[in-house]
């Protein structure tokens, strides 16, 4: 339970053999392949940057094909609106896929498809717009090649504001006397009119209209009557219509026949370009090529396998990490921890050397979410729901872990829902007896003790993390800083709970373990050795410690107050005449302060209450959803108010289960990474990621293409 040991790995081949090796690589699918170390150019081969430019031709053009039968599939899988829908394939079937001559053939009919069907969509609106302006004027019976007027007399089509209408009129006919506006219909809020007048007053006319709202409107493509015109478009719509259905038809038969493995091929040429591209990494010699990388220990068998059959040209050599290296992080837990392993991967990975915390607060993270949901009924149905996704939806090894750490939630809801007596908050008095049989306490009477037990979790939660960063500082002979960090806190805060289990010693430890803390803070202990001085003078310091420990012992047991006398003169001694004895005060106080700086767990523990606050929030409006299908019952009668009590009570549990279920996970994750990480953990790691397909909606199985609620492409 803890980091995969990894291996670093080089690998130098002849040129020619270097597709091959690629290849071998990437079917074994166990080395993550890095740049090296080797001050060396990387391979430059015209073929494969001539393969790469056509590969990447070949990928716009699936995604194309993808991006437009998209639209037309319709997935059958279960909840498909929320899920990602997965194609399963052999890994022989995925490496399979290339682009032919049948695939350019769909290509090009899509792009005829997706080209026509824009253009028709383009002539639709066009239409649709002519319509609507047209509309206005189908009342006039004048043919709109003749709207330019006659020999002598000019027309004028325009609109004008509704409002302003009549104050037009007036300035116009103020402004020309020989002039006819005749009003046909609205356009919006505005009046379509035809102005018209003699040519003589032409200029005057449309001057007069200038100093208006008046809007010209002309259509210059269009020569028959309005009304005949509109008629002609609603018929060009009619044909449009029938058109594009006869395309959106067999665009959806292209999408039933060809859309899953146009995904795959997709896919599978994205991946056959990152093959190519991770030769950007290798390092190249004239008839050479260097690969670097890192293999876990547990997988070297498989990478010797596939390079077996070519030692006469490729040379593999594996050796330890060394003290400069960072290798990548590959987490080994037994498979009922990997769950927690999520919560891990959002913090982000350890360094090598670091510890891996996912077995440190897997525990917690159970007992904390337990707490903070906390009920029989609510864990049942999160455990089932959870499971229901994980085998019955076709979803991805991620979402699937997730699942497992919400069913392993939901059974430590129901563990704790068991502890508390919680059964949907039902009321413990309608609650069969043998289902009390392990009730402990009732949170919602007990508060101060579901508080308690809140903080004490707590505080065990952070003395495990102060432990572990001593026990890694150990661990990398940093003992000294050990003993001063953070065993030393775990010292007083030994002192303190042993003094408040203990009332009648209670001054003893606490008193006892402030001196001992202080004294480790500073390093006093330390301070003779450290400093150049005379005998006299390190023997006055070391009597000045002394003289302290005895001072801490005699305050705790209530010892003769002449040590306290003997102190304070030593004290005040070193502090005029011994070097050794003023470094040891100095250091003392150093102590001091960095105790001072404990007070700060008092808020980390104290953040542990909201585990219980969440938990009593949760059950408190369990217990109201109840009463309020009780009172709709009693109002409704027994068989109407029965079935909205039903309806009631399901909808308001329905949402306090999701409400606390976001709740009892992002608060107890928080308490993790920032109550319990921080006294241990750094991070930032890099996961390890071998030389594979990277695969998104394509599901590779190494012999059955196929899996429940999946596709076989």
Known sequence: MAVARMLKVTAISHASAAEELVDNLRKAGVLDIVEGAHDLP????????????????????????????????????????????????????????????????????????????????????????????LQPWAPLHLQISQWRGTEHVM??????????????????RGAVSEVTVE????????????????????????????????????????????????????????????DTTRMLERAKELSDEHYEHCVGLAEALVSARDILLVRESFGATERTIVISGWVTADKRGRLEAVTESMRTVVDLTLEQPGPEDKPPIELDNPAWLRPFEVLTDLYGRPQYDEVDPTPLMAGFFFIFFGMALADVGYGLVLLI????????????????????????????????????????????????????????????????????????????????????????????????????????????????????????????????????????????????????????????GWAWIVSVVAFFAAAAIGGPSVVSQVF???????????????????????????????????????????????????????????????IVMQLLGPVAGLVFAVLVVVILHSINLVINLLGAFVHPTRLQFVEFFSKFYEGGGRNYAPLSPKTKSVVLHPQVGSQEGGKTT
Request: with cysteine; net charge negative.
């Open 385 to 540: 729901v959870a499971q229901l996704i994980k085998r019955k939806l076709d979803v991805g090894e991620g979402v699937k872990r997730f699942m497992d750490l919400l069913t392993y939630g939901g059974v430590a809801s129901m563990l704790l829902g068991v502890v508390t007596g919680s059964y949907f908050a039902v009321d413990a008095k309608l609650v069969p007896d043998f289902l009390l049989t392990f009730k402990l306490f009732d949170p919602l009477e007990d508060i101060m003790l579901f508080l308690v037990i809140s903080v004490a979790l707590g505080v065990v939660h952070i003395l495990l993390g102060l432990m572990t960063r001593a026990v890694v500082q150990i661990r990398q002979g940093d003992w000294r800083g050990a003993v001063a960090g953070h065993l030393s806190t775990i010292v007083l805060l030994a002192a303190i709970t042993a003094g408040a289990l203990l009332p009648g010693a209670t001054s003893a430890f606490i008193i006892g373990g402030l001196g001992l803390t202080l004294l480790l803070k500073g390093r006093v202990l330390e301070v003779p050795s450290q400093v150049e001085a005379p005998v006299w003078d390190k023997a006055l």
């Open 155 to 172: 027309l004028l089509t325009g609109t004008v504001p509704a409002s302003e209408g009549e104050a037009i009129r007036e300035h116009l």
């Open 183 to 242: 009003e046909l219909g609205a356009v919006g809020s505005r009046s379509a009119w035809v102005v018209m007048a003699h040519k003589e007053h032409v200029d005057d006319v449309r001057a007069a209209l200038h100093l208006t709202n008046f809007t010209e409107v002309a259509f210059p493509e269009l020569s028959d009557y309005p009304a005949e015109e509109i008629s002609v478009a609603q018929e060009q719509l009619k044909d449009l219509a029938n």
């Open 568 to 630: 304070l003169v030593l004290t005040a001694v070193c502090l005029f005449i011994s070097r050794t004895g003023r470094k040891a005060i100095v250091s003392m106080l150093v102590g001091a302060y960095d105790t001072y700086g404990m007070s700060g767990l008092i808020s980390d523990f104290l953040s542990y209450t909201r585990l219980a606050a969440l938990g009593l929030a949760g059950m408190l409006v369990g217990q109201v959803a109840n009463q309020l299908g009780t």
């Open 42 to 133: 990387t391979p430059h081969s015209s073929a494969v940057e001539e393969r790469i430019a056509q590969l990447d031709e070949q990928i716009a053009y699936a995604q194309f094909v993808v991006e437009f039968l998209g639209r037309y599939h319709t997935s059958d899988a279960p909840f498909s609106s929320f899920i990602s829908e997965k194609f399963h394939l052999t890994e022989d079937e995925f490496y399979a896929l290339d682009t032919d001559e049948a695939f350019f053939d769909l290509y090009g009919e899509c792009e005829y498809l997706s080209d026509h069907l824009a253009s028709m969509e383009r002539q639709r609106e066009r239409l649709r717009s002519l319509i609507s302006e």
